[in-house]
């Protein structure tokens, strides 16, 4: 007779092996941990209990769920014929699949007032109700947090949620109808208070699904990358100025971060920061507003590393890619190797049976442009892109700063709806009042819509990029959300944690994560390949391995931004990250991984998908030096005079010596001297001498990294 694993036992149930392990303690069955195995016929009988009490559990939700709504709104539509108009358009504005981030669509307006008026005729009977009971329920509350006002575990609300045909996940907002329905069912009741201060807020925060008749083409948002000297800024000026300087008054003469131009009776906005950094970090903070990606390729110059970059970026973000061949004037100008290139990232022309618009461009000449635009209108008119205008509006910040004289000012693109004058809004953790609004021509306007650029002034605080701003009813809403999100943030930032291969386990069997995304630095090319294929091949049914990003060369700065935007991690094969990048992942909790052995990542990555990986060694980085010159010592070698660049460098630590992010060698320290003296450590800020033991082949420029290898306890 064989035995269940309490983690195999908790993954038929959907639920957490600390719930099954509860549960079975409960029952006086001995489980201490996942891996506890637990008598095949014993756990059969325990999950089919669970499964019965579930289902009656359901059928208690529902029924319960019926009696509260008394009249459901099909019935409401069937019985009152003559309401059928507004209650047609309210019901389809409401209606839709649930989104996954949205499963507060079912709160309505109507909804919360009917619950409010069963609430108070239910009141008198349970008059005196004991206050311990009572939970505060804050607008805006994820699941996590509900689930702790009650002292559950979350993925017991999971999967209540899941039997009330609810898909959510533990950061998910829980709407109110459920928190009520949940409360009560752990016994808990929610205070009539916290909910008045709730109601009008959570109304204005929700996104409720537009119909049909609602949605109006919006123009496409462009935001154009690719490499280097490519031609992004030029294409961009000579689209400012032929499209709009010229044709319409006015003209965009100071730095605007998004503007639209006009092409016949069609606009275009383009984002104004070229290059993929702003377009991931705004992804990061989960506003992608790029709706398409001009990728510049220079004709003379081929695919070059930020190409790559900027195709991985737009594929990571799912955005289709218009290909424009620049710098066609050149008499080394080769479009058509451009294209066999391109064809390698997957990225090909509609005429070689692709998906993707190229257009042949010059800057420099002014050749092929309008064709460019049109290319994007067509992309734009494939994507059928659609925004309600007739609602609140809902934009991104693309740049904002305190500006001497007028305050905070912010630059926003609006989403969907429209943004007036006078509108109350949040944005991010700030609150304000838009006091006026300019144009991307630094015009006074009364208001914008879906898909165009304004510059705002009446914030109480400056956003950041990527910032959504929120239009509500009144400023006294906005403050409070805006105090609310302040001590979330303070929080968050406190316990903030990115995907690492440690937890990628738990987070599977959360229910978070579906692929676990790897971003791939190597020294050679030939290792991308070998690692990319042996890594996809790992799989298991609830998750699968994606390389998102591969290149050589050192782990850097944009590595960590997209690892971020995308939740992924990084692997680094003989390569280390820059100083700037490791400290970014160490602020922004991103899991850099190194290794030397290809054996060693797939082991690892393997592990790390069944939960099985329990590092027994760790390493800790102690410090970073700079070697600025070196000299040949007779007898001893070649020392090298460094600066300690970060943390600190000591005597027995061990060492490995990078030229350009790549690691040319690792071994251990022959002397550390402070000018004559042997010293056993030297820290940031200072100078000093480091021989490298059997290695003669340092150059100024190099820079030698010090780290120990601590031994962790597995636990279990
Ligand atoms: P970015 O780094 O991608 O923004 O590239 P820039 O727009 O700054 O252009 C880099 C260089 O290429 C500049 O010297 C431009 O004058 C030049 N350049 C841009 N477009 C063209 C073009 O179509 N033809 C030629 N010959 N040169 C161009
Ligand atoms: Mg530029």
């Known amino acids: ?284 903070r989960g506003a992608q507003i790029t709706d398409i990606v001009v990728l510049v390729v220079a004709a003379d110059d081929g695919v070059m590393p930020q190409t790559v970059e900027a195709i991985n970026h737009a594929k990571a973000a799912e955005v289709p890619v218009v290909v424009a061949v620049n710098k066609i004037d050149k008499p080394n100008a080769n479009p058509d190797k451009v294209k066999q290139e391109l064809a390698n990232y997957n990225i090909v022309p509609e005429d070689w049976g692709g998906e993707n618009i190229f257009v042949n461009v010059s800057a420099k000449k002014k050749i092929g442009i309008d064709e460019l635009l049109e290319s994007i209108l067509l992309q734009a008119e494939v994507m059928e892109l659609k925004a309600n205008p007739n609602k609140r509006a809902k934009a991104v910040v693309v740049e904002a700063k305190l500006d001497k004289n007028r305050g905070a000012v912010a630059t926003v693109v609006v989403k969907e709806g429209t943004l007036n004058q006078g509108d109350a809004f949040i944005v991010g953790a700030h609150f304000g009042k838009v006091r006026a609004l300019m144009d991307d021509r630094g015009k006074k306007i009364k208001k914008v819509g879906p898909s165009f650029a304004a510059e705002i002034i009446g914030l109480h605080g400056v956003p950041e990029a990527g910032d959504t701003l929120i239009a509500v009813r009144n400023e006294q809403a906005a403050k409070d959300i805006a105090q609310s999100r302040q001590e979330e943030l303070k929080k968050a930032m406190l316990n903030k944690k990115g995907l690492s291969l440690e937890n990628i386990f738990e987070k599977i069997e959360e229910g978070e994560i579906k692929e676990l995304p790897i971003i791939l630095k190597t020294d050679v090319f030939g290792s991308i390949e070998a690692i990319s294929s042996a890594v996809a091949k790992i799989a298991t049914d609830e998750v699968s391995v994606k390389i998102i990003h591969s290149a050589v060369g050192a782990i850097t700065k944009t590595d960590i931004d997209l690892a971020q935007a995308s939740n992924a991690i990084i692997v680094g094969f003989n390569v280390r990250p820059t100083q700037e990048a490791f400290k970014m992942s160490k602020d922004l909790h991103v899991d850099i991984r190194t290794y030397k052995v290809i054996y060693d990542i797939i082991e690892d990555v393997k592990k790390s998908l069944s939960g099985l990986l329990s590092p027994e060694e760790k390493e800790e980085i102690l410090g970073r030096v700079e070697i600025r010159d070196t000299f040949k010592v007779p007898k001893i070698g070649v020392v090298a005079g460094c600066y300690v660049t970060y943390g600190k460098i000591t005597r027995n630590a061990m060492i490995r010596i990078l030229r350009e992010g790549v690691i040319i060698y690792e071994g251990k320290i022959a002397s550390l001297k402070r000018f004559k003296d042997d010293v056993s450590e030297v820290q940031q800020g200072y100078e000093c001498g480091v021989g490298v033991e059997g290695f003669n082949d340092i150059k100024p420029g190099d820079s030698i990294e010090a780290y120990t290898i601590t031994k962790i306890e597995r636990e279990l």
Do not use: C
């Open 1 to 284: 007779m064989g035995k269940l694993r309490v983690y195999e036992i908790a993954r038929r149930l959907n639920t957490k092996s600390s719930v099954v392990i509860k549960k079975l303690n409960d029952m006086n069955i001995e489980a201490k941990s996942n891996f506890s195995g637990i008598e095949e016929e014993v756990a059969e009988k325990f999950i089919e209990e669970w499964n019965k009490s579930r289902k009656e559990m359901i059928k208690q939700i529902k029924e319960k769920h019926k009696e509260k709504q008394p009249v459901k709104k099909e019935e409401k539509t069937k019985e009152k014929p003559k309401e059928k108009n507004i209650k047609d358009s309210q019901q389809k504005k409401h209606k839709g699949r649930f989104r996954k981030e949205e499963f507060i669509e079912s709160v309505t307006p109507q909804k919360l007032k009917g619950r409010k008026k069963y609430k108070k005729a239910e009141k008198g009977a349970k008059e005196e109700e004991q206050d311990s009971n009572i939970i505060n329920f804050k607008e805006g509350m994820t699941v996590f947090e509900f689930a702790n006002t009650m002292d559950v575990d979350f993925s017991d609300i999971l999967s209540k949620l899941f039997q009330l045909g609810i898909m959510a996940r533990k950061n998910d907002i829980i709407n109110l109808d459920a928190a009520k329905i949940l409360a009560e069912e752990y016994g808990f009741e929610i205070n009539e208070e916290s909910l008045k201060k709730s109601e009008g807020v959570i109304e204005e925060l929700m996104d409720i699904e537009d119909s049909e008749e609602e949605l109006v083409e919006r123009p496409p948002i462009v935001t154009v990358m690719g490499h280097v000297d490519h031609g992004k800024t030029s294409i961009l000026d000579v689209i400012k100025k032929t499209n709009v300087a010229s044709k319409e008054a006015g003209g965009i003469t100071q730095h605007t971060a998004a503007y639209s131009v006009k092409i016949k009776d069609r606009y275009i906005t383009f984002l104004d920061t070229p290059g993929h950094e702003a377009f991931t970090k705004m992804r990061a």
